[in-house]
């Protein structure tokens, strides 16, 4: 269904596409691309191409492989259909897996034939949970004040929180909230500052915007990109207790195994890293007694997109008073949508490492992981997040 034909695009309409896109990438926005084909304006059903289908999954707003086939499994939602630079129309969003072969996801937008021809490309923009289409063949996204509210609103926030940490910075130092020197310490004590409550969630921490700190004087300045347990089904080890079991080591009345993994060398519990590029996946290898534990690489590049769609990684310096930690904020690095085709690529040149956290209390208690941490250093930052913005406290 929906053959694709050549088509013949006038250079006027290519050169204004590739302009609109050239200004979403510089200002961090990032979308999903539908290219317009005579059949599906005919058949008033379009393709959803591999690409748009990730980025409506990982903006949380439709995800085909949990859809069943049918037409009544079909899902309706509302959207925004831009048809000027002032002007969008209220219109639904038909999305749905057909009966036929293999259900190859569909996608199509009400009113499309109003504002779209042959040969258009049009992206899909989720704000806030809403979807926004625009016919990028026609419409010059600059002058779209839509859209430009939308990127106001994004650096808006941004802006708001920046404002807000330079007046903790000029406060003078923070005391922790924690006792000892905590790795979540500084983190925590930053949040509990800014009146943002402390819970579990995998969601961003303030309005879309992940908070990740660290102390300057610290050893190691390698920083949390985020945990991710393995895929346990296809690992040789079933559970972290099997690993703790048969890698871990006696730590008083614990059994610990607190280490970091990375490619081309084993560490001292003779573990590490292969990256397979053709089964996307990472492996965690025992110098002696080989697989341990695997991630599909999708996996990890959805919890990079996912975590760290705009990021603040703040630096503190750190000094102790009468037994108590104080923090004094320094910089900020301003991150927007990772480079997720990177990931796996910079854990086979040992850029990205990950950490094992696991305790059994009492040898044979209860079994806690507070990892697998996956990290890196924030100088290297710039390698994953394109055009990271710096600014000093």
């Known amino acids: 269904m929906n053959q694709r034909t050549p088509i013949d695009l006038s250079t006027e309409q290519t050169e204004l596409s590739l ?17 317009i084909t005579q059949t599906g304006l005919n058949k008033s059903i379009m393709d959803a191409v591999g690409s748009l289908r990730t980025y409506l999954k990982e903006n949380q707003y439709h995800n085909y492989s949990e859809q069943k086939q049918g037409t009544e499994y079909k899902v309706l939602k509302p959207c ?8 969008y129309q209220d219109q639904k969003v038909s999305l749905y897996r057909p009966e036929t072969k293999s259900g190859d996801p569909r996608i199509w937008i009400y009113g499309l034939k109003n504002v779209a021809e042959s040969g258009d490309e049009l992206v899909l ?14 419409l010059d996204l600059a002058q779209n004040q839509l859209l430009n509210k939308i990127i106001h609103d994004y650096e808006a926030t941004a802006m708001e929180l920046l404002g807000l940490l330079e007046s903790l910075s000029n406060k003078g130092r923070l005391q922790s909230i924690m006792q000892g020197r905590h790795d979540t310490a500084i ?43 393995p895929e346990w089904p296809i690992s040789a080890l079933k559970s972290s207790k099997e690993i703790v079991d048969k890698y871990g ?19 001292s519990q003779g573990l590490g890293f292969e990256v397979d590029f053709e089964q996307d996946q990472l492996n965690e290898l025992h110098i002696e007694d080989g697989p341990v534990v695997s991630w599909f690489g999708n996996t990890l590049r959805t ?8 990021t603040f990684w703040i630096k503190a310096n750190s000094d102790i008073e009468n037994g108590d930690e104080f923090f004094t904020l320094k910089s900020i690095t301003h ?24 305790k059994r209390k009492d040898k044979t208690g209860k079994t806690s992981e507070k990892g697998p941490l996956f990290k890196m250093k924030q100088e290297h930052l710039g390698l994953i997040f394109p055009e990271p913005k710096f600014y000093k406290l």
């Open 187 to 229: 983190g925590r004590t930053i949040e509990h500052a800014l009146g943002i409550p402390i819970n579990s969630s995998p969601l961003p921490d303030y309005k879309g915007i992940e908070l990740k700190a660290a102390r300057l004087n610290k050893a190691s300045n390698r920083t949390n990109l985020f945990a991710q347990v």
């Open 19 to 35: 302009k609109n896109r050239k200004y979403l990438a510089q200002n961090g926005i990032d979308y999903g691309l539908l290219s």
């Open 125 to 138: 923009i989720i704000d806030k949970g809403d979807l926004y289409a625009f016919n990028i063949s026609k």
């Open 335 to 358: 991150t927007k949508n990772p480079i997720s085709s990177q990931f796996l690529v910079l854990l086979e040149q040992g850029i990205i490492t990950m950490d094992h956290l696991i």
């Open 80 to 87: 925004q259909l831009v048809i000027s630079d002032t002007n």
């Open 249 to 267: 080591y006696e730590r008083g009345e614990d059994l610990k195994l607190y280490c970091t993994i990375k490619t081309h060398s084993y560490n």
């Open 303 to 310: 919890k990079l997109l996912e975590k760290h769609h705009e």
